[in-house]
């Protein structure tokens, strides 16, 4: 398997996970909120935007590479784990 290969494996992996933590720190961010901590919640929106942004760029770069391909291994340690945490080498 080839960098590139790998790369288009791991770029939707990347994209997917942070829209995981987008949604666990918004769920914060509404709990600060709750309990008047507003300052906090406008860092978390903040960090919220730039992770947005991130995956714009991540995206850009799959588009680039040619799209995502699929790992064959994948599945198996979906399965396994919920989600990937796989170093590609």
Request: hydrophobic letters at 35%; one cysteine or more.
């Amino acid at each position: 398997m080839t960098d590139m290969e790998k790369l288009r494996i791991l770029l939707p992996h990347w994209i997917a996970h942070n829209h995981e933590h987008i949604a666990e720190i918004d769920r914060w961010a509404s709990l600060c909120e709750i309990s008047d901590n507003i300052h906090v919640k406008e860092a978390l929106k903040k960090a919220i935007g730039a992770t947005e942004k991130v995956n714009e760029e991540l995206q850009h770069a799959m588009d680039m590479a040619g799209g995502p391909i699929e790992d064959p291994e994948a599945h198996g340690r979906q399965q396994r784990h919920g989600h990937i945490h796989q170093k590609h080498e």
